[in-house]
């Protein structure tokens, strides 16, 4: 019997506004990490303007951005904020990266003192702080087969967990949410934000392999094994950014 094909559908949100450090690094991988296990792979730029049907994707994607590029993202999530949340609630898994994860919560307080109000998919709220936050990351992670995630922070927002977010890593080297509690990003459901760029999934194979049955087992309602990789030299990648602090 022919069996169907795999299909993943991936919106990319606002490539082009909220897309720095590489962030689109993380479309690339996805893609490659599907079409190297024969499943087909259809992503979708999301741009200023465009309003969504949630029902149309299974896996959702938006990097980082400046302050003034986060204005503009806000107003245009908004727009699609309620579809967002029902895939959200559907267990469609999200990542978002830093500028777009603040924006998935309550509100960004910016350097400036504009107070920009996000879809509130994470309980979580970030103001600008009076310093950056840069510099490489290692953390640690509890819901994954190899414990360590590393990846590159550069943000002002200092962003604090409601009792609805669960922190996503705790950091062993590096800022993480605030500097201060050494949590790192947040989950709620399917959706993980986080602060780290890197981008964050091609030295952290693991991770986007985790997404990406999130994706599968969610649409096709079965848990759907993936195929191994040879991933030696990501994992160099990976064991070269561990800090030695660590
Ligand atoms: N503008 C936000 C901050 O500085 C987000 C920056 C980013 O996306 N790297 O915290």
Request: proline fraction near 4%; include cysteine.
């Amino acid at each position: 019997m022919q069996k169907t094909p795999l299909k993943l559908r991936v919106a990319h949100l606002y490539p082009d506004l909220l897309n720095i450090y590489g962030d689109m690094g993380n479309i690339a991988t996805i893609e490659k990490r599907l079409k190297w296990r024969d499943i087909e792979v259809e992503v979708s730029k999301i741009t200023a303007g465009t309003t969504i049907n949630a029902d149309d994707y299974d896996l959702f994607f938006a990097g980082g951005g400046q302050d003034n590029q986060q204005i503009l993202a806000a107003n245009e999530l908004m727009k699609n904020g309620m579809e967002l949340m029902k895939a959200a609630q559907a267990g469609k898994p999200m990542l978002v990266i830093c500028g777009s994860y603040q924006l998935f919560g309550k509100y960004y307080l910016t350097a400036d003192g504009q107070k920009l109000r996000g879809i509130s998919i994470l309980d979580v709220h970030t103001e600008a702080g009076d310093s950056r936050f840069i510099g490489n990351v290692t953390a640690v992670c509890d819901f994954l087969p190899i414990r360590t995630i590393v990846g590159f922070e550069n943000h002002s927002g200092l962003t604090y967990l409601g009792e609805d977010a669960e922190p996503l890593f705790k950091v062993k080297v590096g800022y993480g949410n605030n500097g201060a509690d050494k949590t790192e990003g947040a989950r709620f459901n399917n959706v993980f934000g986080t602060y780290l760029h890197g981008p964050v999934l091609p030295k952290n194979p693991h991770f986007c392999d985790y997404l990406i049955e999130l994706a599968l087992n969610t649409k096709y309602n079965c848990k759907i094994p993936l195929l191994p990789l040879n991933d030696e030299i990501e994992y160099y990648a990976h064991e070269a950014r561990i800090c030695a602090k660590y």
